[in-house]
């Protein structure tokens, strides 16, 4: 069964700690994404990658930066979290074949929250 | 740029009434269609999709057909039941890389 598995559903962190999201899919996807859904604005892409060490800026990465050393695993990471950031933080992945709509699978979603 | 808009919820109704969910798109070219739907507690999974203009994609009794004319792409269900209650997001293909652009999300409500 396909599966996108992320870190934690629920964190707490205060404000200016580094905060890593981790994301694990069991697919052999080439492509994974990271968003986050906040109320009335829907998902927003915050980064995604294509490859191992490749990565794409995604619709809003300011203040955030990715990390991909396995395809398996992607990470997103707040450098210095604020409380702007507080949100429902939701990973994807997804095959890459070329000429085909490729469905995104998505993880449970990490509720952060940054006092 | 391209985007998606979708009805603002919370739509609320009894088990077994019919339901529409509106969505429209701006793009260029002929992007893909798609319906995704969140459970309570659970990431998104996909419902549906079109990828040319008159498709009309369904599941679990949900349809919703690409209206290029209109740019429209309309969920609907003929009767809704309480396991139906969910969020549901409007969706297009935009750019390669399988990238998506959702809407906002509209909120279903089913009473029994």
């Known amino acids: 069964d396909v599966k996108v598995t992320q870190s934690s559903r629920y964190l707490v962190k205060r404000t200016g700690e580094k905060v890593f999201l981790e994301c694990v899919q069991d697919?052999?996807?080439?492509?994974m994404f990271w968003y986050r859904q906040d109320p009335g604005l829907g998902l927003r892409l915050i980064y995604f990658s294509y490859d191992v060490k490749m990565k794409e800026k995604g619709d809003i990465p300011e203040g955030y930066s990715v990390s991909r050393e396995k395809k398996e695993r992607f990470s997103l990471i707040l450098e210095s979290a604020s409380t702007n950031q507080t949100s429902m933080y939701l990973c994807?992945?997804?095959?890459?074949?070329?000429?085909?709509?490729?469905?995104?699978?998505f993880g449970p979603g990490t509720r952060l929250t940054v006092l | 740029g391209n985007s998606v808009t979708q009805m603002e919820g919370p739509v609320t109704l009894s088990e077994e009434a019919f339901l529409t969910i509106n969505c429209t798109y701006t793009?260029?070219?002929?992007?893909?269609l798609f319906w995704y739907v969140q459970y309570p507690g659970e990431g998104l999974q996909l419902l549906l999709k079109?990828?040319?203009?008159?498709d009309k994609g369904s599941n679990k009794g949900f349809e919703a057909t690409y209206r290029k004319e209109t740019t429209s792409f309309h969920l609907e269900k003929g009767s809704v039941q309480v396991s139906d209650s969910a969020v549901y997001f409007c969706?297009?293909?935009?750019?390669?890389?399988?990238?998506?652009?959702f809407g906002a999300g509209t909120r279903l409500a089913v009473h029994p």
């Open positions: 697919m052999d996807h080439e492509n």
């Open positions: 079109a990828t040319k203009a008159d």
């Open positions: 793009a260029t070219g002929y992007p893909s």
């Open positions: 994807a992945s997804s095959f890459f074949r070329q000429g085909k709509i490729n469905e995104q699978f």
């Open positions: 969706a297009l293909f935009s750019g390669g890389y399988n990238k998506l652009i």
